[in-house]
């Protein structure tokens, strides 16, 4: 008889106790399809006591999570714990060098210790698998390692935090405040728990840069796309406002692409994203994959990104691939094939963006405008005034055509030099995916 495949799990909050459950209800279906039982042999978490929604009471319980490394009697070890450094970083590292494959939904983690921890798990020839770091219960990383693995990929993209997608959703719909929707999102269990890591773009930026390395090949480097990363707590009921009667939604959006010459471009930013583009219609907590890969073209990942079920589900399918003997790569590529990227001049990348300006209503300002954005080649793609406050400043809206970041700079200085604008309000790129 086939012997058990055994695991520990570290961590039984949400995650922890979803995969939990679907070993327990579903332990019939994985052993058809991988010929072995999984048994989880021990637990850890920081409370003993606390309520749960399964039954842990039937395995070891292990008080200190550094404990379960080394273990003989552990083919692998869970870490649902989070946290970039510390406890998790530490057992996931020691389970690694003691010859223990690692399953992990931790993208800080896998963002920051990637490349080191990659190099100790192929050292020892054991698995280190992080489907669940990346928008849940959407397979974005076996999209890449498995389905597009015969393609260069040319660009990743997508809406990669629940979070920021029900808060932009919800405004969007309902006119209600940023801060009241925060709260919800965070009552419904998507928000981390410093929800700061979900609006300021920071859990979308660990998810990118993952994404990024796997598909152009690279070190993973955080640093590079925390640089370039912005969130939503600046976004107004104004500009969700005027996007939705230009045809438009606002979207977060982690975006990496890389250009002939391999130079690769990471940024985390609002955008604004056409109605009907396949990411305007991912609303709510849902998340959405985008890959544009040189031999299958374009392809669309939609899902749910978040939540004890979906990310569970991406835990257990890589706890069953091990047991079927998929070892792999922790990247897309060994460890020491990965290269530094090169990256692009990020004043040279192009776009199309959005302009909100608040004007004095008098003649002659809309000439003014206009004059600064052909005096550097900026061609207008659609440009509208409006009063949005009784006797308050009018809002001009600009959207232009393609043109690069620097272009963007130099029009916006020589606007707000300008006597007859208040304000610029706000600038978005406009992305077309
Ligand atoms: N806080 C994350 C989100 C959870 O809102 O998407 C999944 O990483």
Redesign the pocket.
């Known amino acids: 008889m086939t012997e058990p495949f055994k695991i520990a799990i570290a961590g039984l909050g949400t995650v922890g106790q979803g995969v939990v459950d679907i070993i327990q209800s579903n332990a019939a279906l994985i052993k058809a399809r991988t010929g072995r039982d999984i048994q989880i042999v021990a637990v850890s978490s920081a409370n003993k006591n606390k309520a749960r929604s399964v039954d842990v009471s039937v395995y070891e319980w292990v008080d200190s999570a550094a404990d379960l490394a080394g273990r003989k009697d552990i083919d692998c070890v869970v870490e649902l714990i989070g946290g970039e450094h510390g406890v998790a970083h530490d057992l996931v590292a020691h389970a690694l060098e003691s010859g223990q494959h690692v399953v992990t939904a931790n993208?800080a983690m896998i963002a920051r210790h990637g490349l080191k921890l990659a190099q100790k798990a192929e050292y020892k020839n054991v698995a280190l698998k992080y489907e669940a770091a990346v928008a849940?219960g959407i397979p974005a990383i076996k999209t890449i390692k498995q389905g597009l693995a015969a393609n260069n990929i040319k660009a990743v993209s997508g809406i990669?935090?629940?979070?920021?997608n029900f808060i932009l959703s919800e405004m969007g719909l309902s006119g209600r405040a940023f801060d009241d929707v925060l709260v919800e999102?965070q009552a419904k269990g998507?928000?981390?728990a410093d929800p700061s890591?979900?609006i300021d773009g920071i859990?979308t930026g660990h998810?990118l840069c993952i994404l990024s390395a796997l598909a152009f090949g690279i070190k993973p480097d955080l640093d590079n796309v925390l640089e370039h990363t912005s969130g939503i707590r600046e976004i107004s009921s104004l500009d969700l406002k005027i996007a939705d009667e230009l045809g438009y939604k606002i979207k977060l959006l982690g975006s990496a692409h890389v250009d002939e010459q391999g130079h690769v471009a990471q940024s985390v930013e609002p955008c604004f994203v056409k109605k009907s583009a396949p990411l305007a219609s991912v609303d709510s907590?849902f998340?959405a994959v985008f890959f544009d890969a040189d031999f299958a073209g374009q392809v669309v990942n939609i899902g749910r990104?978040?939540g004890a079920g979906p990310?569970a589900s991406a835990v257990v399918a890589d706890i069953m691939d091990i047991v079927c003997g998929d070892i792999g790569t922790v990247f897309s590529v060994s460890a020491s094939q990965l290269k530094d990227a090169r990256y692009m001049d990020s004043s040279r990348d192009e776009a199309k963006y959005y302009i909100h300006l608040s004007v004095e209503d008098r003649p002659g300002v809309m000439a003014n405008i206009s004059s600064a954005l052909s005096a550097e080649g900026l061609s207008i793609d659609e440009l509208i005034q409006r009063h949005y406050h009784v006797d308050g400043p009018v809002s001009v809206v600009i959207t232009t055509h393609k043109t690069t970041r620097y272009a963007l700079t130099s029009v916006l200085n020589k606007l707000q030099a300008l006597d007859c604008i208040a304000e610029i309000v706000s600038v978005y790129r406009i992305f077309n995916i």
């Open positions: 993208k849940g990669l935090n629940g979070t920021c999102a998507y928000a981390e890591f979900d859990d998810k907590s998340n990104g978040a990310t």
